[in-house]
Nanobody, 126 residues
Framework: QVHVVESGGGLVQAGDSLRLTCEAS????????MGWFRQAPGKEREFVAA????????DYTDSVKGRFTIYREDAKNTVYLQMNSLKTEDTAVYYC???????????????????WGQGTQVTVSS
């Protein structure tokens, strides 16, 4: 069992920055692929960013490229999402996802992840 906890959300103005943190526990000694997704009201959950177990492979959805950065702490299942130049359309609940079982599938695919956090709200006002 893996326990996933996100933190760092909040209310900010357009153009501001936030850093989200995701901590996954329950698999000591294992480094796991992880990803960030978000869900705005009335919309489906969508892919934001993903990082491989060693940090060598990173992917972003087009709308956040150049503004968001995903990175992980060495030797830990702690992943960060640095969000700069926030826009009102970034408003959503942000979820961290952890992949334990594999292989197969693309990091952008919501179905490849096995454990999810409870989400953290990010609200960007104009």
């Amino acid at each position: 069992q893996v326990h996933v906890v996100e933190s760092g959300g909040g209310l900010v103005q357009a153009g501001d920055s936030l850093r989200l943190t995701c901590e996954a526990s329950g698999r000591p000694g294992s480094r796991l692929p992880m990803g960030w997704f978000r869900q705005a009201p009335g919309k489906e959950r969508e892919f934001v960013a993903a990082i491989s177990w060693n940090g060598d492979n990173i992917d972003y959805t087009d709308s956040v490229k150049g503004r968001f950065t995903i990175y992980r702490e060495d030797a830990k299942n702690t992943v960060y999402l640095q969000m700069n130049s926030l826009k009102t359309e970034d408003t959503a609940v942000y979820y961290c996802a952890v992949r334990v079982y594999g292989p197969g599938g693309r990091p952008r695919d919501i179905n490849v992840y096995d454990y999810w956090g409870q989400g953290t709200q990010v609200t960007v006002s104009s």
